[in-house]
Structure formats: structure tokens, C-alpha cells
């Protein structure tokens, strides 16, 4: 990115005071300082939120349990209770460089540090978000970083399938796809495609659906209505991933859906870190739904990561 800056000022969003408002013109975030680290909105300027925010969570600050507020935020698998739970609901340590925004905050309970940078184009509709976990235990831990992005209802996740090879050219498999107890693959929000995998948000559903998987190719994209968010991250064929193998995976409920990414099992000594970052663009697209209209439509924004 150029070493130009994006604008920088203070505003008040959803009841939270001192938050932050990063825009180039064309695109905007706004990030809270009082609870978090989270990212509670993008979208372009003047245009819909593509994070979801929860109404009933608005505003509210000091709980002693986790809230999801929504937005994007930083977490830490595989998932269990208590530690994934540590709530976030403290002010944030904040600096602005004049290129960068960095949030940092420390789960008293897990002695577990969380921080993104966010790095916002100062000339173009992207965004770079550098998340950091680091180990502030006087021991050792095991752990990957977890990105979620909260996505607003009524919208499309897509997810690239590995490249096709017909048998027997190709009798090695291709990837792991991970299940949950709960996951329903005849569930009509699915499309299984031969290319991509996609998962439709649908506020009228009454179950929850999730799946994940390892995504070599490295990128995932939401489209809703005629705005589209792509996120670009890394893949280390070397590496072991959490939840049986998923650097990818993706989750919805009638509220919402998240686009999950996962960076490698990490044994991280006391006072080390691990580093995860996602590069996203939003894009105006008009994306139907077959295969060809996803490689009209996204790979060129993917190519643009």
C-alpha cells in the first residue's frame, strides 16, 4: 500500500463513544475503542453496513460474559469454553500512526493479547487487517489465530473449490471438508458446486449451519446485494490447521454469517506472538449464481489481492 494516509477522526457509533472512523473518500470503517478489538462497520461511503451489528448489544460496555457485537474481531482456536469466551468488553488501547490503526487489548482471563493493525488505501477500496495473538502467560500455550468476519443478513459466502483433475489422473485427495454435528448438507442454503462452495444467509431459517475446510487457493468473498467483500489470507501446506485441517470456515444463523479464516496451530512461549493477515476489497459487482457468473464477477477482484 501507499505510504499516503487515510483520514482519521473520532465519532460515536451505536451508543459507543471515541470510536473510529478511517475513510479514503470511497470507503469507510469504524472501529470501537471502548469495548473490542472489533471492527463494527464497513461499507462504502454513504452505502449499507456489510458487518452485521446486534441492536441488543449496541452501546454496551462493561458486561462480565462475552457479547457478540458483530462486526470483525479476533479469536483464538480451536473453540472451547471458557477461554474462546473471554470477554472483550474493556476500553482498547488505540494508536494512530497517521497510516495505521492499531487496537490492542488483553484478556485478563487467558493472559492472552489481541491486536489488529488496520491499514486502510488511501487510494483504492482496501483494506489490510494484521491480527496478533501474543502469549502473556508466564507458560507456554498452543493456539491459531481466528478471524471472523460478522456478515450482514441476506447476503452469499462463496468459497473456491480445489482445481478439478479427472480419475485416474488424479487419485490423491484434494482437501479436508469438516462437519459439524449440526451441519445439514441438504440444507437449501448450501450449494455444492463443482467450483465453488457457496452459503446463502437467510433470516427466515431457523437452524444454524456451519462447515470448514483447507482453502489452498486463500481467499473467500460475501456478496450482498450489489456490493461485494473479498478477503485474501495465506495458506502454509506445511503447516497444521485446527478442527481437523481448516484454514477456512463459515458459519450462519438467522441473524447472520461469518467468513472465518484460520491461521496454522501455533505453540507460542511466554512473551511470543503469531501473525495472521487478511487482505479484503469491496467491489460494486452484480454476481448471479452459477459458476461462470462467480468467475466473471469475483476472481478478478481476487486477482486485484
Known amino acids: 500500500m501507499s505510504d499516503a494516509s487515510a483520514t482519521m477522526e473520532i465519532v460515536e457509533y451505536g451508543g459507543w463513544t471515541g470510536c473510529i472512523r478511517l475513510s479514503n473518500g470511497e ?6 475503542t471502548v469495548v473490542g478489538p472489533r471492527i463494527i462497520r464497513l461499507g462504502f461511503v454513504g452505502g449499507q453496513n456489510l458487518f452485521h451489528n446486534y441492536p441488543s448489544t449496541l452501546g454496551r460496555i462493561g458486561d462480565r460474559e462475552w457479547n457478540n457485537y458483530g462486526g470483525h474481531r479476533l479469536w483464538h482456536a480451536p473453540e472451547v469454553f471458557p477461554r474462546t469466551y473471554a470477554p472483550d468488553n474493556v476500553p482498547v488501547e488505540h494508536v494512530w500512526d497517521g497510516t495505521s490503526l492499531t487496537l490492542r487489548n488483553s484478556e485478563q482471563s487467558t493472559g ?3 491486536e489488529m493493525r488496520v491499514t486502510l488505501s488511501p487510494t483504492d477500496a482496501r483494506v489490510e487487517v494484521a491480527h496478533r495473538i501474543t502469549n502473556r502467560n508466564p507458560w507456554a500455550i498452543e493456539l491459531a489465530a481466528w478471524s471472523l468476519s460478522v456478515m450482514a443478513p441476506g447476503g452469499r459466502a462463496i468459497y473456491p473449490q480445489e482445481d478439478y483433475q479427472p480419475h485416474p489422473e488424479c487419485l490423491v485427495p ?3 471438508l469438516v462437519l459439524w454435528h449440526f451441519t445439514d448438507m441438504t440444507d437449501p442454503r448450501w450449494t455444492w458446486g463443482r467450483k465453488y462452495i457457496q452459503l446463502r444467509q437467510d433470516p427466515a431459517a431457523t437452524t444454524k449451519q456451519k462447515v470448514g475446510f483447507l482453502n489452498s487457493k486463500g481467499w473467500a468473498a460475501y456478496v450482498l446485494g450489489g456490493d461485494a467483500f473479498v478477503k485474501h489470507y495465506p495458506y502454509n501446506a506445511a503447516a497444521q490447521y485446527a478442527d481437523m485441517g481448516c484454514n ?3 458459519y450462519t444463523d438467522p441473524d447472520m454469517l461469518e467468513v472465518e479464516t484460520l491461521g496454522p496451530l501455533t505453540r507460542l512461549e511466554p512473551g511470543a506472538h503469531v501473525d495472521h ?3 479484503w476489497l469491496l467491489a460494486r459487482v452484480d454476481c448471479g449464481p452459477s459458476d461462470a457468473d462467480i468467475d466473471a464477477s469475483i476472481l478478478p477482484l481476487v486477482g486485484q489481492l
Do not use: C, F, N, Q
Open 112 to 114: 492472552i493479547e489481541k
Open 27 to 32: 470507503i469507510e470503517l469504524v472501529a470501537t
Open 277 to 279: 493477515v487478511e487482505s
Open 174 to 176: 484434494a482437501r479436508p
Open 248 to 250: 477456512t470456515e463459515t
